[in-house]
């Protein structure tokens, strides 16, 4: 693959947040989850497993999990200035239902991949010796999730096709309904399908901002007097596109 292409490919994969509730074609999330397990992993220990919901009712008690710990996501970000509110949360603070419409609205995804972490897998490793047991070892853990996370992503992108990481935040309501047993744990949710929309290439800070060479560029370095205006700046480009379309209002 060239260059130009993986950079297309880049740019492409973006969050999606609406979905066609059309079916995939089958082998799709086989190639998708195949592509995946070859993320990079901490000690090659591939701490994953995948679950795949289709069926709409299962679908549907994840979702509806989903909106319980969204709850307290909704209300802590409603704690913030609405300047510096995060783009999907600027509304009156008793608008929930608007929030969830740009920010939870995956639901029609025909497809759920459930992706489980063992830690067991990671603690158990030659990695976990050499960073003690601790914090070091979450953190790996977590890295490698994240590794594994834009792979599936990529793949997904790769196919045509949307998808979104979405992060959960308490385990019990969503391990009754999925059966996987301790010490496993759901890491994220990406639901996945045909995109209703083509975001175009994502809002990033300009390069030459981040890029150093030789020594710290302190011209560069932002001070915490100006962490507000940087946070306002990313706040303000953002785009997002949980917003269903038109029709669907
Ligand atoms: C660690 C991590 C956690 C994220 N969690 C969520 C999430 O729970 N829900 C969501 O809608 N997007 C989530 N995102 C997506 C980001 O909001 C998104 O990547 C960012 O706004 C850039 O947009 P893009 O992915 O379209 O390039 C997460 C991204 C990362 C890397």
Not at 43 to 48: I, L, T, V
Not at 84 to 100: L, Q, T
Not at 158 to 175: A, H, I, M, T, W
Request: net charge positive; hydrophobic share 35%; aromatic share 12%.
């Amino acid at each position: 693959m060239k260059y130009d292409e993986f950079l297309g490919l880049l740019k492409y994969r973006r969050s999606i947040r609406v979905f066609k509730p059309e079916p995939i074609p089958d082998e799709y999330v086989m190639k998708i989850l195949d592509a995946a397990h070859y993320a990079m992993s901490g000690a090659n220990s591939q701490p994953w497993e995948f679950l795949v919901v289709e069926d709409r009712r299962n679908r549907e008690k994840l979702y509806q999990a989903y909106l319980k710990d969204f709850d307290m996501i909704y209300h802590l970000e409603q704690q913030r200035t609405p300047k510096y509110k995060h783009p999907a949360f600027k509304m009156r603070v008793d608008d929930r239902d608007e929030a969830i419409g740009k920010f939870a609205n995956w639901k029609d995804a025909p497809v759920y991949i459930c992706v489980l972490e063992d830690p067991r897998k990671m603690f158990g490793s030659v990695l976990a010796a050499r960073s003690d047991f601790c914090a070091a070892s979450h953190s790996i853990l977590a890295t490698t999730m994240g590794h594994l996370s834009m792979t599936i992503q990529l793949a997904v992108a790769s196919l045509g096709l949307g998808s979104q990481r979405v992060d959960v935040f308490v385990q019990e309501p969503y391990r009754q309904i999925l059966g996987y047993p301790e010490p496993l744990r759901l890491n994220i949710i990406v639901p996945v399908g045909y995109r209703t929309l083509e975001p175009g290439p994502p809002h990033r800070l300009p390069l030459e901002a981040l890029v150093h060479f030789e020594r710290y560029d302190m011209k560069k370095y932002v001070r915490s007097e100006d962490f507000l205006k940087y946070l306002g700046k990313i706040r303000k480009r953002g785009k997002r596109h949980g917003s269903p379309p038109a029709s669907n209002k």
